[in-house]
T-cell receptor
Framework: KAGVTQTPRYLIKTRGQQVTLSCSPI?????VSWYQQTPGQGLQFLFE???????NKGNFPGRFSGRQFSNSRSEMNVSTLELGDSALYLC????????????????FGQGTRLTVV | QKEVEQDPGPLSVPEGAIVSLNCTYS??????FMWYRQYSRKGPELLMY????GNKEDGRFTAQVDKSSKYISLFIRDSQPSDSATYLC???????????????FGKGTRLSVIA
């Protein structure tokens, strides 16, 4: 069974540019969440999508956005990149149904390492 | 005060030692508790999850939850060099029919097991 796939693995961007990251969840999983990991703040929740709808949103500026497609694949976009956006961006998929226990087993991808210069 | 506190370490132990990793939390609404292991340059990997006070064992790993004290622990018996990684606690507040709230993570404890 294939795991969560994130592309690309590494990115270097210049301040002011925008970037799009991609996540393919485990087959059958309908929930995709995005997290930002930095040494200073640890893992922080960005947003969650379930059946193409944003269900939860973290405390990040509007420059961070995302979407989910009908096949559950998800993308996140960061516009007007800042140096502080340099981080490991992690995608997690969970759930094979609309269950109360949907997020108790979340499986993470390897992440996309974004460096803003 | 952060909702979830975890000592970042680093923690260094000899091979074969018993390792104790801990997290405290401030919000009693947290009901589901997880431990993740993250190797360098990899994504977090779910080790264990539990939702009740008490102990849960899985091989060399034991997760312990004390909801009255808002304190969770992960014990690793007979630690191996391959256990060297960052261990992250995470927790969730249930939210009924809307699913659960997102995972809230501790900052992680870096563990080194020395052969």
């Amino acid at each position: 069974k294939a795991g969560v796939t994130q592309t690309p693995r590494y990115l270097i961007k210049t301040r002011g540019q925008q970037v799009t990251l991609s996540c393919s969840p485990i087959s059958g999983h309908r929930s995709v969440s995005w997290y930002q990991q930095t040494p200073g703040q640890g893992l922080q929740f960005l947003f969650e999508y379930f059946s193409e709808t944003q269900r939860n949103k973290g405390n990040f500026p509007g420059r961070f956005s995302g979407r989910q497609f009908s096949n559950s694949r998800s993308e996140m976009n960061v516009s007007t990149l800042e140096l502080g956006d340099s981080a490991l961006y992690l995608c997690a998929s969970s759930g094979t149904g609309d269950s109360f226990f949907l997020n108790t087993e979340a499986f993470f991808g390897q992440g996309t390492r974004l460096t803003v210069v | 005060q952060k909702e979830v506190e975890q000592d970042p370490g680093p923690l260094s132990v000899p091979e074969g030692a018993i390792v104790s990793l801990n997290c405290t939390y401030s919000n009693s609404a947290f009901q589901y508790f997880m431990w993740y292991r993250q190797y360098s340059r990899k994504g977090p990997e779910l080790l264990m999850y539990t939702y009740s006070s008490g102990n849960k064992e899985d091989g060399r790993f034991t997760a312990q939850v004390d909801k009255s004290s808002k304190y969770i622990s992960l014990f690793i018996r007979d630690s191996q060099p391959s256990d060297s990684a960052t261990y992250l606690c995470a927790m969730i507040k249930p939210r009924g029919n809307s699913g659960n709230t997102p995972l809230v993570f501790g900052k992680g404890t870096r563990l080194s097991v020395i052969a």
